[in-house]
């Protein structure tokens, strides 16, 4: 997370727009099966990456102060993140694997033909934008919980 709270709205804005710009690929890809299930793979990767980083990367711990159980909720929601982020990859990425033309006795299921049923990349749409919202939450958490620790820890002072 970024010192300044300009700096944080910024760069939490880019994992949004990361999270929406992945949503809408995955929309797009559920008409055409085209190659645009890459871009929505790199999109919602490089969103859950960098909104990891900078939620964990201010990570820190007073030893003398009272933690409240949002830590929890937030480990909850970064978990859940995961699970979404995961899911929503594997569905994009083997949804456009087998949306490739495929040479004759190649390809999926023993070679068999085989054709992405309607609804998974707006599923997977749906899922990488629950893990971008879930990953969002948790950071919101996290500023909240760090802030109120760092006026309890100036009152104490």
């Known amino acids: ?4 709270p300009l700096g944080c709205v910024l760069t939490y804005s880019v994992v949004a727009s990361l999270g929406l710009v ?3 690929a995955c929309l797009v890809a559920e008409g055409k099966r085209s190659k ?3 871009a929505a793979t790199v999109c919602l990767s490089t969103a859950q990456v960098i909104g990891n ?3 964990c990367a201010n990570h820190r711990r007073r030893p003398n102060t009272r933690t409240p159980k949002k830590p929890a909720l937030t480990a909850v929601l970064l978990a859940f993140s ?5 899911v929503a990859a594997i569905l994009i ?8 033309t495929q040479a004759y006795g190649e390809g999926w299921l023993e070679g068999e033909c085989y054709l ?4 998974v990349y707006i599923s997977s749409g749906v899922l990488s934008l629950l893990a971008v919202l879930t990953l969002l939450g948790a950071a919101s958490i996290k500023i909240t919980t760090n802030q109120q620790v760092d006026q309890d820890h100036k009152i104490n002072a």
């Open 36 to 38: 645009i299930g890459v």
């Open 93 to 100: 990425s083997a949804a456009t694997s087998m949306s490739r």
């Open 53 to 55: 980083v900078l939620l």
């Open 1 to 4: 997370m970024a010192k300044h």
């Open 82 to 86: 995961w699970i979404s982020f995961g």
């Open 22 to 24: 992945s949503f809408a």
């Open 116 to 119: 992405v049923r309607d609804g």
